[in-house]
């Protein structure tokens, strides 16, 4: 085969600058291989020259060695399309060798790159790819031959890396030109695309092609076409590098470039596993992850996909390993990539989690590492190597103590100082009880740690904590229902039968007994020495007439008396003895068998006489009962017994451990239960979460969370509503069953069971989920309503409960269709209402509730009112049950009434007649049961009346109507105290709701007909007199947006007068019960009755609220009760009552409200509850002035009830919130609650100041109460009040300027520092202050610091030198000279001694004794004693600005 390249020295004019000189080294080359003809060409019958990749590109134009090809002609950009013409025809007609001959062409596009046309790149790089491509079509044929020759192979090879070289060069530009255009395409503001950008949009596409090209050449087995197969390693470097270039695009890891992605790891896994890549890839992939964290998923599925489909194993270690060797400082440093290493290991264990644990001992001691990042991977592989492989129970001892490490490792880190790595921990935790891979016996320990996690720090520890606890009960190995309560009787039933079966198998077990073979197999040694001892005594004996014969004495007549006293010495280790008595034995019976064998002594014979009388008894009684076989029948009754003993004892600790993980359940419940009102919105959403799967497993106190979480549906965060929602739709709304009744019947048991025991904010707050789901229009609706129905009205057998919660549910049904309810009005009437009333008020009173849903005070609307006449059947029966239940005893009939009142009011045509109507009746179904003569409650219940005591006139005012007039004594001298209770109640009831009727229904209709007359009005004028009225009445109050002000305040003035001067006159029934209310209140001790007072007073104080005169006139009265009540519930009522009306009637309350206070400090903690509730709605509502009295409040953050402690501390925050209302009010506490008549110690007094000391933020405000503080240790009488003042200096956080101000300050406090009290908080403000402080101000502050220490130690005469009385009275003059600057500029202005007068501690005033003023049970104790007196009423000191009487009504 014979090619002709042309001649070099036809065209050079696209050398460089030393052409001349590389153009003679050239010709020598050519000139060496074959003969230059006469036309310029050159004919090469033998390829002599090889091929050999460069360092860089520019190094081809450069002189190479010998028989190394050099680039002869450089061609210019402008030539290049006309070159690659004949590139392309070369190709068509030669094939892919015509890459030896063009080379130059290509080679030219690189060194031309950045001025040559993208076309002329793009063209190039089809052509290498054909190139590429037909070499890996017809090299297999070569590399198969076994007839090659050198040239061939070599042609083959120069081509081989020829084409490779330029592709894999020209792939690398392309690929920077199209990461540039990108990044000018993102940051261009033009919308528009360049020529350019469009082109490289392909760049993607041709990008694959050219790795499946190489993919396709480089399987092949292209090895040998080198010498010895080896293949140079700038030929795999040519390749890796534009692999790993292509890789450092930002967007290789997206999903659009998976076919790239695919082809580089594939490319990679040829060269890894063909080329001898494996040592080079591993750093490759090591220092791409340092500076690409994108990169990280990319090389775990590279190194999978390396390890598995391509085998290379090894290279999980290489990487392993390097990583592993990676220092903890080197991990620390800023751009160490650890969050890419840490990412890829997360990824790679999660793929490959097998091939990591022959080299997890490198990663673990990352776990000691500096860098949480790292040991956050470590956890998460140790997790998916349990979750995959270390799981089940088919595991070796190997494998189970793999396990085991592991599970500790990470228990361990579940306590990381790192809040991550905690969570992170956590959240492994929950995947591997996810996978059930947790093994049994590790559930209580981890349980255990993960409801202690619930109280960390970090949010994200505690979400994953919650996490955790979930999946432990979704997937909990035990019981579909987890109640501690319901697992204790048959964990005790079953324990108990565990101890019954153990102790009739301790019957049956033979006691174990030693066999008297196996006691002398024990005892034979030591026996045999003494034999022999003895027998040489005795021969020494028979030489020598013993002297002694002390075991004479121990024969006994019977020979076999004497063989079981042998046999007994033996057991008892008297060897000796049994030795001589044993010879004896034999000369005093020698006719005997036993001792037959001694007539010949000697150690064997006596040693088998002794066996014998020792075993002889045991062989006899042993032998016969165990030469008999076992029978079958007690072997199999005996495994039945074992077997049941196994089964029994694996039941018993099942069930403890059921109990065990259960009681862990609701520990967790409790605190988890109290997450609900976090502020962190994702932590309530998990809370949430799990309480619906603790409810679902039916755990015990479940549905307490339920239950809290409700109100959340009002929450303004729409995340937590929604989540709040969704839980109680999954628990009720979505129910199981084959049919659609099962499933209403399903919903309905299952919101009854909700609504048992509830409180009235949880029936509300359910409402508001119940009435989505009637409005949302379920297939169930329907079905649900008709059972509702039919369990209310009893057609289905259900309990009293059952019928209460079916009629609530109805009522909430009401809210989304009112038809519901309307329709079947009398149903309701007949079963609730009707004779059997007064059987059960509590259903009645959700009647009435369910009924009220009906009313337009639901549905505010502008259409004429909805109201039913007076005769319709429902009022009928109200007022019958009232009056009825009025003159029975029944705990609940209050309740009924007073929902009974508000729904007259609410649906009722001319609502007061019916309500004096019905007043009339229960008071003269009371005169009539007097008159009667009632039977006595002997209980003391009655009221007494003495008819010669002269009250004659005191009842006279009961009613006022004509027959009503009569005096009390007329009738039996007793009435009940409960009946009589129960009417005051009624008529504080009717006062109430007839001013809430009048204010809010009277006006807003007065408000609709006005609206409706002006609209008529309107279309009856024309159009034309539309404009003259426009022209016309342009007036100031249109301007102002006034009109129809004058109209409203006609309307709201009216309604004033009604209620001022009509509600409570003569002619009004109303009236003629307050005589009776005010003598019941001021006369405690002749109504004593606990029910009466009760009613009596909460009626006064409804009364109250009708107009301000009658509140005025009786607010001393009500005050007196406040204080002097001896029944709680009466103060806590008077409370609840004057907070109403202090937002009714502020301006007539506010000199009162010292009284208010007066009550935080209730013996009572159900009063001092209730004080802090009001005052605190009070405050925060800017009704009430916030005042000194907030000392009050403060003391209660140390009550010991913990509700009130938490309802302080709630106030405190809020008040917080309010710009400097904590900062001014600071001083005034420090002064009342440092008093010393107070009598607080030192501990409270620091608790209470450190939480109100943690709102002072500002700098500024620390500033100014450093200065407060220290000027009142000027004022301050006693040793205990400079300590609470310093004590408070040391609670502020204290900066540089509040230090400054302290300094300056130091003749308030220098005197009082030899007090331990005053100078030990001083010292401890220095020694924070040293804390990270510049090395300037810590001098200032050790300085001040030492100064301390020396008035403290020696006394402030001696320290005070000459020098810093200078500069004292320097200091001195010079704040002298500003003060009198001051003065000058405003003589109205004060001192800094004068402004902080305020703050002086008052000092003790003489004041006149109160009269002592005692409740009296006297007959004739005048009605005024019990009221306090004129004196004692505080007046009208600040009057408090409130809103129009308008505008209130509006809302």
């Known amino acids: 085969m014979c090619y002709k390249f042309e001649n070099p020295t036809t065209d050079t004019h696209c050398l460089s600058t030393d052409g001349a000189k590389r153009q003679k080294q050239v010709d020598k080359l050519w000139s060496s291989t074959g003969d230059i003809a006469a036309d310029g060409k050159a004919t090469i019958n033998k390829m002599s020259w090889d091929f050999f990749l460069p360092v860089c590109v520019g190094d081809l134009v450069k002189t190479g060695g010998i028989n190394q090809y050099v680039v002869q002609d450089v061609v210019s950009p402008k030539q290049l399309p006309s070159y690659l013409s004949r590139f392309k025809a070369a190709l068509r007609s030669q094939g892919p060798l015509c890459i030896l001959e063009h080379f130059d062409t290509a080679y030219s596009v690189l060194q031309h790159t950045h001025s040559v046309d993208l076309s002329v790149k793009e063209d190039t790089l089809e052509l290498l790819v054909q190139v590429v491509n037909s070499l890996a079509t017809s090299l297999p044929v070569l590399l198969l031959s076994t007839s090659v020759s050198a040239a061939e192979r070599k042609e083959k090879l120069n081509a081989v890396k020829m084409s490779v070289f330029l592709l894999c060069k020209i792939t690398e530009y392309l690929e920077s030109d199209s990461y540039r255009q990108s990044i000018i395409t993102t940051s261009g503001k033009s919308g528009k695309k360049t020529k350019t950008g469009e082109r490289l949009l392909q760049w993607d596409s041709e990008r694959d092609s050219v790795l499946q090209a190489l993919v396709q050449l480089l399987q092949l087995d292209i090895r040998s076409l080198w010498n010895l197969s080896l293949v140079e390693e700038e030929f795999i470097s040519c390749v890796t590098c534009c692999c790993y270039k292509l890789l450092e695009n930002p967007t290789i890891s997206h999903v659009k470039s998976k076919p790239t992605r695919d082809g580089i790891i594939h490319l990679l896994g040829v060269l890894i596993k063909k080329y001898n890549h494996l040592l080079g890839a591993s750093v490759k992939v090591i220092q791409l992850l340092q500076h690409f964290e994108q990169l990280s998923s990319v090389f775990a599925q590279a190194v999978c996909v390396w390890s598995t489909e391509y085998g290379m194993r090894a290279i999980i270690g290489e990487v392993i390993r390097e990583i592993g060797q990676k220092s903890s400082e080197e991990l620390a440093r800023e751009g160490s990539g650890v969050k890419a290493f840490a990412a890829f290991l997360s990824e790679l264990g999660a793929l490959l989690p097998e091939l990591l644990i022959p080299n997890i001992s490198v990663l673990i001691t990352h776990l000691e590492g500096e860098s949480h990042t790292m040991r956050v991977a470590v956890c998460e592989v140790l997790g998916e190597i349990l979750v995959h492989v270390l799981c089940g129970d088919k595991l070796d001892e190997s494998g189970k103590a793999d396990r085991d490490r592991f599970f500790d490792t990470l228990q361990e880190h579940l306590h990381d100082t790192h809040s991550h790595v905690r969570a992170r921990v956590l959240q492994v935790y929950t995947r591997i009880v996810n996978s059930k891979a947790l093994p049994l016996c590790r559930y209580s320990e981890v349980m255990s740690l993960a409801v202690g996690r619930l109280m960390d720090k970090s949010i994200n520890a505690v979400k994953s904590a919650i996490q955790l606890l979930a999946a432990f009960i979704a997937h909990n190995p035990y019981s579909c229902k987890l109640s501690s309560a319901d697992l204790k009787k048959p964990l005790e039933k079953e324990m108990a039968k565990l101890k019954e079966i153990k102790d009739k198998l301790m019957e049956k077990t033979p006691v174990p007994v030693i066999k008297a073979s196996e006691l002398w197999d024990a005892m034979e040694p030591e026996l045999h020495v003494t034999v022999l001892s003895e027998l040489d005594l005795l021969g020494d004996a028979e030489r020598k007439k013993p002297q002694d014969d002390d075991d004479d004495e121990n024969v006994v007549d019977d020979d076999r008396a004497t063989a079981v006293m042998i046999a007994q010495y033996l057991r008892v280790n008297k060897y000796r003895n049994a030795v001589r008595l044993c010879v004896k034995a034999q000369s005093c019976f020698p006719k005997s068998e036993m001792f037959a064998a001694l007539s010949t002594l000697t150690p064997e014979t006596l040693m088998n006489t002794l066996a014998l009388l020792f075993k002889g008894s045991d062989k006899d009684s042993s032998e016969p009962s165990h030469s008999l076989p076992p029978t079958p029948q007690k072997e199999g009754d005996q495994e039945a017994d074992d077997a049941e003993?196994?089964?029994?004892?694996?039941?018993?600790?099942?069930?403890?451990?059921?109990?065990?993980?259960?009681?862990?359940?609701?520990?967790?419940?409790?605190?988890?239960?109290?997450?609900?009102?976090?502020?962190?919105?994702?932590?309530?959403?998990?809370?949430?979460?799990?309480?619906?799967?603790?409810?679902?497993?039916?755990?015990?106190?479940?549905l307490s969370g339920v239950r809290k979480m409700l109100p959340l549906v009002w929450s303004t965060d729409a995340a937590i509503k929604d989540a709040v929602v969704q839980a109680y739709r999954r628990l009720y709304l979505n129910p199981q069953g084959e049919t659609t009744r099962m499933k209403a019947q399903t919903l309905v048991d299952s919101l009854s069971e909700l609504m048992v025991d509830a409180s009235l904010g949880t029936i509300q707050c359910l409402e508001e989920i119940v009435q989505e789901f009637f409005g949302s229009g379920s297939s169930l609706e329907s079905t649900v309503v008709q059972v509702l129905w039919e369990r209310f009205t009893g057609k289905t057998e259900t309990s009293a409960l059952c019928r209460r919660s079916a009629v609530l549910l109805?009522?909430?049904?009401?809210?989304?269709?009112?038809?519901?309810?309307?329709?079947?009005?009398?149903?309701?009437?007949?079963?609730?209402?009707?004779?059997k009333v007064t059987e059960d008020f509590l259903l009645a009173r959700d009647t009435i509730i369910t009924i009220c849903n009906i009313t337009d005070h639901i549905r505010q609307s502008r259409v004429a009112p909805f109201r039913l006449p007076q005769e319709h059947q429902l009022f009928t029966c109200l007022t019958h049950a009232i009056a009825e239940g009025a003159m029975m005893e029944d705990t609940h009939w209050q309740s009924f009434m007073e929902q009974a009142v508000r729904l007259i009011y609410?649906?009722?045509?001319?609502?007061?007649?019916?309500?004096?109507?019905?007043?009339?009746?229960?008071?003269?179904?009371?005169?009539?049961?007097?008159?009667?003569?009632?039977?006595?409650?002997?209980?003391?219940?009655?009221?007494?009346?003495?008819?010669?005591?002269?009250?004659?006139?005191?009842?006279?005012?009961?009613?006022?109507p004509a027959c009503f007039l009569r005096p009390y004594h007329v009738f039996s001298p007793a009435v009940n105290c409960v009946c009589l209770a129960q009417l005051l109640a009624l008529c504080g009831s009717v006062a109430f709701w007839q001013v809430s009727h009048l204010e809010r229904s009277v006006s807003s209709e007065l408000r609709r007909r006005r609206g409706e007359t002006e609209e008529r009005e309107e279309k009856e004028k024309g159009p034309s007199s539309k404009v003259k009225q426009t022209a016309n009445d342009s007036t100031m109050e249109e301007d102002l947006g006034l009109v129809g002000a004058s109209a409203e305040d006609t309307e709201a003035e009216l309604i004033r007068k009604i209620c001022e001067t009509e509600l409570l006159a003569e002619e009004n029934l109303l009236c003629a019960f307050l005589p009776l209310l005010v003598k019941v209140c001021s006369s405690p001790g002749r109504y004593s009755h606990p029910q009466l007072t009760t009613a009596a007073c909460l009626a006064l104080s409804q009364y109250m609220m009708i107009s301000p005169s009658v509140c005025e006139e009786h607010s001393r009265l009500m005050f007196t009760v406040l204080e002097r009540s001896a029944l709680p519930v009466v103060r806590a009522n008077a409370i609840i009552a004057l907070g109403d009306l202090t937002v009714r009637f502020p301006n007539i309350l506010e000199p009162w409200t010292q009284n208010l206070y007066a009550r935080l400090s209730d013996e009572v903690p159900s009063v001092r509850q209730t004080a802090v509730t009001v005052l605190t709605q009070l405050v925060l509502k800017d009704v009430l002035k916030v005042k000194g009295q907030v000392s009050e409040v403060?003391?209660?953050?140390?009550?010991?009830?913990?509700?009130?402690?938490?309802?302080?501390?709630?106030?405190?925050?809020?008040?917080?919130?309010?710009?400097?209302?904590?900062?001014n009010l600071l001083p005034d506490i420090i002064s009342r609650l440092s008093d010393p008549e107070r009598g607080m110690s030192s501990e409270d007094f620091n608790t209470i100041m450190k939480q109100l000391f943690s709102y002072i933020t500002k700098e500024r405000q620390t500033e100014s109460l450093v200065e407060k503080l220290c000027h009142r240790f000027r004022t301050a009488r006693t040793e205990r009040q400079w300590c609470d003042l310093a004590?408070?200096?040391?609670?502020?956080?204290?900066?540089?300027?509040?230090?400054?101000?302290?300094?300056?300050?130091?003749?308030?406090?220098?005197?009082?520092?030899?007090?331990?009290?005053?100078?030990?908080?001083?010292?401890?403000?220095?020694?924070?202050?040293?804390?990270?402080?510049?090395?300037?101000?810590?001098?200032?502050?050790?300085?001040?610091?030492?100064?301390?220490?020396?008035?403290?130690?020696?006394?402030?005469?001696?320290?005070?030198?000459?020098?810093?009385?200078?500069?004292?009275?320097?200091?001195?003059?010079?704040?002298?000279?500003?003060?009198?600057?001051?003065?000058?500029?405003?003589k109205s202005k004060q001192s800094v001694c004068s402004r902080d007068d305020s703050f002086v501690t008052p000092r003790k005033t003489r004041k006149s004794k109160k009269p002592a003023i005692t409740f009296s049970s006297d007959e004739e104790e005048d009605e005024e004693d019990a009221v306090l007196t004129e004196s004692e009423t505080p007046k009208v000191t600040t009057p408090i600005s409130r809103t129009s009487r308008r505008s209130r009504l509006r809302n």
């Open 906 to 960: 609410f649906l009722a045509e001319c609502p007061d007649q019916l309500c004096s109507r019905l007043l009339q009746r229960t008071t003269r179904l009371l005169l009539d049961q007097v008159a009667e003569g009632q039977e006595v409650n002997k209980d003391g219940d009655q009221i007494q009346y003495d008819e010669e005591s002269g009250e004659q006139g005191e009842y006279s005012y009961v009613l006022s």
């Open 1194 to 1223: 403060a003391v209660l953050l140390i009550d010991p009830e913990p509700h009130i402690a938490s309802l302080a501390l709630n106030f405190f925050n809020e008040l917080a919130t309010k710009d400097n209302a904590i900062y």
């Open 810 to 835: 109805l009522g909430m049904a009401t809210r989304a269709e009112r038809e519901v309810v309307l329709s079947n009005l009398d149903t309701l009437c007949s079963v609730a209402l009707g004779e």
């Open 1287 to 1386: 004590i408070s200096l040391s609670l502020l956080s204290m900066c540089e300027r509040g230090f400054k101000r302290l300094q300056e300050c130091w003749e308030c406090y220098s005197d009082k520092l030899t007090e331990p009290g005053v100078y030990q908080p001083l010292l401890a403000i220095t020694a924070k202050l040293r804390r990270g402080a510049k090395l300037q101000f810590k001098s200032q502050v050790e300085e001040f610091e030492k100064r301390l220490t020396a008035v403290h130690t020696r006394g402030l005469e001696n320290v005070e030198s000459p020098d810093m009385n200078e500069e004292d009275q320097k200091e001195g003059e010079s704040s002298d000279k500003t003060l009198m600057r001051k003065s000058k500029r405003g």
């Open 645 to 702: 003993l196994k089964k029994q004892e694996m039941l018993v600790q099942y069930l403890r451990d059921t109990e065990t993980f259960a009681l862990q359940v609701e520990r967790a419940i409790s605190v988890i239960n109290s997450m609900l009102y976090w502020k962190t919105t994702s932590v309530v959403q998990e809370a949430v979460q799990f309480c619906v799967a603790v409810c679902e497993f039916s755990v015990a106190n479940s």
